[in-house]
């Protein structure tokens, strides 16, 4: 059974960091673009970050280029969300999410993305 897990969020005042992790089991993810998406209150599933396999290609949503950093370590089969200069408009439940596939145009959709984490909730203060 695949599963991904979150951890890292959490409450932190605006300007602050916070570090995510997604650990991924019952499948190894290394030859897999992985991501991150948010959801944040009354809005829809957003794009954040995506990752290739050999962290060559990346992916950003441009609110938060420069302030998000996605990374993975395939040997722990795990991939990160460093995220700094946090906003408000920043929080949100972020989900890990892993595809089948190799990095492509459609990343920064739903579309490829068939495992999906329960989501950790980031809320940012001002």
């Known amino acids: 059974q695949v599963q991904l897990v979150e951890s890292g969020g959490g409450l932190v005042q605006a300007g602050g960091s916070l570090r995510l992790s997604c650990a991924a089991s019952?499948?190894?993810?290394?030859?897999?673009?992985m991501g991150w998406f948010r959801q944040g209150p009354g809005k829809g599933r957003e794009f954040v970050a995506a990752?290739?396999?050999?962290?060559?290609?990346?992916s950003y949503l441009d609110s938060v280029k420069g302030r998000f950093t996605i990374s993975r370590d395939n040997a722990k089969n795990t991939v990160y969300l460093q995220m700094n200069s946090l906003r408000p408009e920043d929080t949100a439940v972020y989900y890990c999410a892993a595809t089948e596939r190799g990095f492509g145009p459609m990343v920064v959709t739903t579309e490829p993305y068939k495992y999906w984490g329960q989501g950790t909730q980031v809320t940012v203060s001002s």
């Open positions: 990752i290739g396999a050999t962290s060559r290609s990346t």
């Open positions: 019952g499948r190894t993810f290394s030859s897999s673009a």
